[in-house]
């Protein structure tokens, strides 16, 4: 079967358009498997190739987006055959969208009244193109000078199959079962499917078809002809990222991360800033996925452009903005709580203070005039703490700040720390017995003030309990102990131990004497 050359194709084409000859909009490729009776292809029988028909030097640009035609005069395109009776009629061209099947019908006239055809047709696919395997293909008719297509069975091609790759199909001719006849001008349709691939380019080509019969009651015929087709690509939707789901949640500074998305398959993917500046490229995956890899993303706050077939008619972008580091777990002080915060500390005393933090990071202590009173380094497990050895008797107020002079910093504030009414203090022994030490092997009572009639507990820092005493009336309490071993003592003396007023007078690094 002999294709029409390309120049030839488009100008036959462009020539249809300009000349009217093609009344209705372009078919639609995907609207309905078998086309509705209502929606009649306009046709035209072709004229013969002793009187071929010029069009103007100019025409309009296919409804599809196609290419309009070359503006030299065009000549429609004839059957290379018309014998027996019959002749071609010329279609609407059919729009095929990349990615799905589409009927192209092809159609012929009898211009001879005959009882039947019987026969065989030969197909050959528009460029790119393939035929859908199928055993049978709708046959419709019309009366002569009558818009609308009849549905018959009876007219199905029959008995389909496919070569070349599915380029090429044949099917079996036989309208003996249509009762009716064939009047002369009536007009036979028949509906082919035809697969465009998802990554077929803009096009226009034609479907070509001959149909040849040996004889039968109305003798022997060969017609050929062709239905213009118009390819168009396969509708691009913008690439979706579905890695970061939330661009809030930041990424891991100073380490590889990989972004990743769903887009058109197969299409290329390049990556900009916002100032246009090429990152990298990828391609989507024949199931739709892609994913990029920026090897180290430092600690920068990025915008990106994630671009599907750049440059091509379809373009598509989708971008990220804002994207920052993620600022882990934000700096707390849970010691002192509220309620510590409210019944101050014991004064002249050490107080650790206490909180929870990315782990890693260093906090640093100061008070609100910005002067450093000392630092503290979250452990693994995101807790940290502090320890002022000597409280006084001030109003403490104090900044701990997580990661000072990072792109990450935070902060909180402890405000109004002050001594405590009645708290718990130590004055046996004193600050200077402490550093002399005390004589071992000898009983030692140690001896405070606080709350009158609260209870002392007396515990070492494993929180063993080593004794009890009551606060007297006049604020005085004493605790003795029978004999104070060779070591060196950390106690800590509770006041309403367990209560929301508990307070304690701690005593550390107690030594022998000497």
């Known amino acids: 079967m002999t294709r029409l050359p390309r120049p030839l194709r488009s100008a036959a084409l462009g020539g249809a358009l300009a000349l009217g000859l093609v009344a209705a909009p372009l078919t639609s490729a995907g609207a309905t498997p078998t086309p509705d009776p209502s929606v009649t292809p306009t046709a035209t029988p072709t004229p013969s190739a002793a009187a071929p028909t010029t069009a103007p030097s100019t025409s309009p640009a296919s409804p599809s987006g196609a290419r309009a035609a070359d503006p030299a005069p065009t000549v429609l395109p004839d059957a290379t055959i018309a014998e027996g009776g019959l002749s071609p009629v010329l279609l609407d061209p059919v729009r095929l969208d990349a990615g799905t099947t589409a009927p192209v019908p092809i159609a012929l006239r009898v211009d001879a009244a005959r009882p039947d055809l019987v026969g065989t047709v030969a197909l050959e696919a528009p460029a790119g193109s393939t035929f859908v395997a199928a055993d049978t293909a709708a046959g419709w008719w019309r009366p002569g000078g009558d818009e609308t297509w009849r549905r018959d069975a009876s007219l199905d091609l029959r008995g389909g199959s496919v070569g070349g790759g599915a380029t090429r199909a044949s099917f079996t001719l036989d309208t003996s079962g249509f009762a009716a006849g064939h009047a002369d001008g009536d007009e036979l349709r028949f509906d082919l499917a035809v697969a465009t691939p998802l990554d077929a380019?803009?096009?226009?080509?034609?479907?070509?078809?001959?149909?040849?019969?040996?004889?039968?009651?109305?003798?022997?015929?060969?017609?050929?002809?062709?239905?213009?087709?118009?390819?168009?690509?396969?509708?691009?939707?913008?690439?979706?990222?579905?890695?970061?789901?939330?661009?809030?949640?930041?990424?891991?500074?100073?380490?590889?991360?990989?972004?990743?998305?769903?887009?058109?398959?197969?299409?290329?993917?390049?990556?900009?800033?916002?100032?246009?500046?090429?990152?990298?490229?990828?391609?989507?995956?024949?199931?739709?996925?892609?994913?990029w890899t920026r090897p180290n993303m430092g600690t920068y706050e990025w915008s990106l452009v994630f671009v599907q077939d750049a440059g091509t008619p379809r373009e598509r972008e989708t971008r990220l903005l804002g994207f920052v580091p993620a600022q882990g777990p934000q700096i707390a002080v849970t010691t002192p709580d509220a309620a510590q915060l409210a019944r101050g500390y014991v004064p002249d005393a050490p107080f650790t203070f206490r909180g929870t933090g990315r782990p890693g990071a260093l906090v640093g202590v100061t008070n609100l005039s910005g002067f450093r009173l000392g630092e503290a380094r979250v452990g693994p497990e995101g807790t940290w703490s502090w320890t002022r050895a000597d409280m006084g008797s001030y109003l403490w107020s104090m900044a701990f700040v997580q990661d000072e002079g990072t792109y990450r910093p935070s902060s909180t504030m402890v405000r109004g720390f002050a001594p405590a009414v009645d708290a718990p203090r130590l004055t046996t022994p004193s600050a200077s017995q402490i550093v002399a030490g005390y004589p071992v092997y000898t009983a030692y009572t140690f001896a405070g003030t606080g709350k009158p009639g609260a209870l002392i507990d007396v515990l070492n820092t494993k929180g063993l309990q080593l004794g009890r005493a009551v606060v007297a009336p006049d604020g005085t309490w004493s605790w003795r102990i029978g004999t104070l071993q060779a070591f060196t003592w950390s106690i800590d003396f509770v006041q309403e131990r367990g209560t929301d007023g508990e307070l304690v007078a701690p005593l550390r690094g107690f030594a022998p004497r000497g």
């Open 201 to 291: 380019e803009p096009d226009d080509s034609e479907l070509t078809w001959s149909a040849v019969g040996a004889g039968g009651a109305g003798g022997a015929f060969e017609v050929q002809g062709a239905t213009y087709t118009v390819t168009e690509p396969a509708p691009s939707a913008a690439p979706v990222m579905t890695v970061p789901a939330r661009v809030a949640d930041g990424y891991t500074a100073d380490a590889p991360y990989t972004f990743r998305g769903t887009g058109r398959p197969l299409a290329p993917l390049t990556v900009l800033n916002t100032k246009g500046l090429p990152l990298g490229s990828t391609s989507v995956l024949p199931d739709g996925t892609w994913s």
